[in-house]
């Protein structure tokens, strides 16, 4: 299964769970998953080249598509092929998506609906921005 499928199915079980208020914790890293992958499936199946990109921006000791650099990564890419400075703000869910993430994985706090909507709304922009732009 493709990371774009499986970005959607992603997000398709953060909708369901989140509408019958159910398995918070489990699905809240799925949001973020849902994001990462289709970020990644567009840098990879773009070619981008993820070592000169590292490179440019002075951090070969991180590992390809960390969380430390793909919001970066993707904004460079995107920006690269003309998506507008407005559309780009989108890839700033990306950090809130990895908080939820953490939470809901490391910490004994509760994730609850209202937590797992902005995941889900978070995570739907950025799919939504990289199938406009084609990806």
């Given amino acids: ?3 774009k499928l499986k970005s ?3 997000l398709a079980l953060v909708k369901q769970c989140m ?3 159910t398995h918070r914790s489990a699905v809240a890293g799925r949001a973020y998953y849902a994001a990462f992958q289709r970020i990644k499936h567009a840098l990879e199946s773009n070619g981008f080249d993820y070592d000169a990109f590292l490179r440019r921006i002075n951090a070969t000791n991180e ?7 793909l919001q970066v990564a993707a904004r460079d890419f995107l920006q690269a092929r003309g998506v507008s400075s ?8 990306v950090n809130s998506l990895y908080y939820l993430r953490r939470k809901a994985d490391y910490f004994d706090d509760i994730i609850n609906v209202g937590d797992l ?3 889900y709304r978070s995570a739907a922009r950025i799919l939504a921005l990289l199938q406009k732009v084609g990806y």
Avoid at 63 to 69: A, D, E
Avoid at 86 to 93: I, K, P, S
């Fill in 1 to 3: 299964m493709s990371l």
């Fill in 8 to 10: 959607e199915e992603n």
């Fill in 19 to 21: 509408d019958a208020d």
């Fill in 63 to 69: 590992r390809h598509y960390s969380h430390g650099t």
């Fill in 86 to 93: 407005e559309d780009l703000r989108v890839l700033m869910n």
């Fill in 117 to 119: 909507r902005r995941g």
